[in-house]
């Protein structure tokens, strides 16, 4: 900790203690300067734990302390004169879910993270936060750290991405072949979209609350949802986004790999481990165009 002790009304000087990373270590430092009258306030813990077991010392003296570093949630309702400098692990998940649905339009989105605390914390905040503004996430799935098989994780995503109600195909077809749906009620400016794409569209929304009876009627090929779920040569697009909180980075490549794999093709959205440039540049063909948060960068031509 920095102990901060007036001089002047513009002057401070700053006396350093080592807490040694032990908590019981830094509750004697700050037993001790709180005890001084000229101290005015403190720089640190710089460790959760730490300013976690200290908190309870800066109310008493009304001391001031502020972690620049410090990252656990709650921390700052510990006591009035408590401070954290840095987002913890909800602030990060909640800012992150804004970024997908505010900013880039999402109304559908994923879940996959680590089990490890922060990680959770930060998903479960996207979630909260996703939902609160409007989004739908169909698929919240984890995973312990270290793992290195995650294709029932991705199974289940798939199938969240599927829906229940089969679809329609219209890769090859033309607008002469769509007659049958057209005169059905289904809206040709649609129709003629996914023709133009070759894409895929659920029966409901094609035809309407009536859709799997009018698809029968017409004798339409079905595309059945454990038939999509199950094959991974057919792409899921109805997931928009996926937020991925990895433990660490060399996570990145297993995430990555099996994301492509279980070809689901949404935006990948991953949390602060995920600014690791090594890993990114080695797992490039997998997770170009990702986007992850950060709470610091580091700008190597600012002196």
Known sequence: EEVLHPRSATAVSIEVRDSKRDSATAMRAVRDVVASREVIGIVGPVFSNELSACASLSTSSGTPMISPTATADGLASLGPGIFQLHPDWST??????????????????????????PESLAARSFCEEARRLGANVLAVESFPPGASDL????LRIRT???????????????????????????????????????????VTKLLGPGGRRIADSLHLSLILADTISGNTDIAVTAIQGIFVAVDNAEEIGVIGSQLSYSNIKAQLLGDEEWYDLTQ??????????????????????DS
Do not use: C, W
């Open 92 to 117: 990060r998940g909640k800012a992150m879910a804004r970024y997908a649905v505010n900013y880039l339009g999402f109304s559908t989105l994923a879940v996959l993270s680590s089990s490890a605390t």
């Open 280 to 301: 990114l540049d080695i797992q490039k063909q997998y997770v170009n165009g990702a986007v992850f948060s950060s709470d610091f960068y580091a700008d190597p031509a």
């Open 160 to 202: 969240a991405g599927v829906g229940e109600e089969p679809e329609i195909s219209f890769a090859g077809r033309t607008m002469a072949d769509a007659g049958p749906i057209l005169r059905a009620g289904a809206d040709s400016s649609l129709v003629d979209s996914l023709i133009a794409r070759g894409e895929r569209i659920g």
């Open 151 to 154: 294709r029932e994780q991705f």
